[in-house]
């Protein structure tokens, strides 16, 4: 099977100060992609056609259709006229909790909430992730480094987001990148279940944070997310909720932490690079 690639080259037209020069660049390829829990759909979004077999489990672990790996059967990832179905097949027995409240989705790339049919499940409670991680400032200063030299699709379209796990001990682990923001995350979630046991690490995201991000970021269990942009306001409660450290605002020259504090050693004595930048 050949799916479509996560890139092609279009003519364009280059306006400069140079004047009008014509040529190709490469453009971030966008397919539909139903994901579909045993025959029966549960998601349409736009994606880029590349590691849905991660889409799909991180998906399915997100949306908590089910608790762990071990409950999906398999994946099969079947390309049509219209686009790409992922068929993921569950356990009998598992995601009865999720056939009770079967979501119908049709999710352009910028929604991440399209199609629940009640406010509960909007603002439902996320679980809480743990305690291991401790880290200095500039521990987080080299997992944002780390991000930019890994984003392979992103420096040739300038069109996709990323989402990245970094640790202490072995730097940046896995990426993902998508047109979808919370396609990128749901494709990083499905690459880091397949490790075993997961390392405790950061989450790096390219994008703003808004509350669906963050709900997906605790069922992976990240403690300490970190983000180019800023986060919005439940996205804040809800961090604060599961107990992640949420920071946002992340440059070179620092960041701003929103949650959870404790997780950073404090160094008063010296600052630059590598430490949270006075307001």
Do not use: Y
Not at 141 to 154: D, E, N
Not at 186 to 193: F, H, I, P
């Amino acid at each position: 099977m050949n799916l479509p690639p996560p890139a092609s080259p279009a003519r364009r037209a280059l306006w400069s100060a140079a004047g009008v020069q014509t040529g190709e660049r490469l453009i971030a390829g966008e397919t539909p992609v139903a994901l579909v829990h045993d025959a029966s759909t549960t998601a349409v979004m736009m994606a880029t056609p590349a590691d849905l077999e991660d889409l799909a489990l991180g998906f399915t672990l997100t949306e908590r259709i089910v608790a762990t790996l071990d409950e999906i059967q398999g994946v099969d990832i079947v390309e049509n006229e219209l686009g790409i179905e992922a068929r993921i097949w569950l356990k009998p027995g598992s995601g009865a909790a999720f056939a009770e409240r079967r979501r119908q989705i049709a999710g352009p790339t910028g929604c991440g909430l399209c199609g629940l049919d009640s406010l509960s499940q909007a603002v439902r409670a996320p679980p809480q992730v743990g305690r291991a991680l401790n880290l200095a400032p500039g521990d987080i200063q080299s997992a944002l480094a780390a991000l930019a030299p890994a984003q392979t699709l992103g420096a040739a379209t300038r069109a996709v987001h990323a989402a990245a796990w970094w640790t202490k001990a072995d730097g940046l682990l896995a990426i993902r990148e998508d047109v979808g923001r919370h396609n990128a995350l749901d494709k990083l979630v499905g690459a880091l279940a397949r490790r075993d046991p997961a390392t405790p690490g950061v989450l790096v995201l390219t994008s703003r944070v808004s509350v669906e991000m963050v709900q997906k970021a605790a069922v992976l269990g990240a403690e300490i997310l970190v983000a180019v942009s800023a986060p919005t306001t439940l996205a804040v409660r809800t961090a604060e909720a599961a107990g992640i450290t949420l920071i946002g605002i992340a440059r070179d020259d620092g960041f701003e932490v929103f949650t959870c504090p404790e997780r950073l050693e404090q160094d008063t004595a010296r600052k630059g690079p590598g430490h949270p930048r006075t307001p």
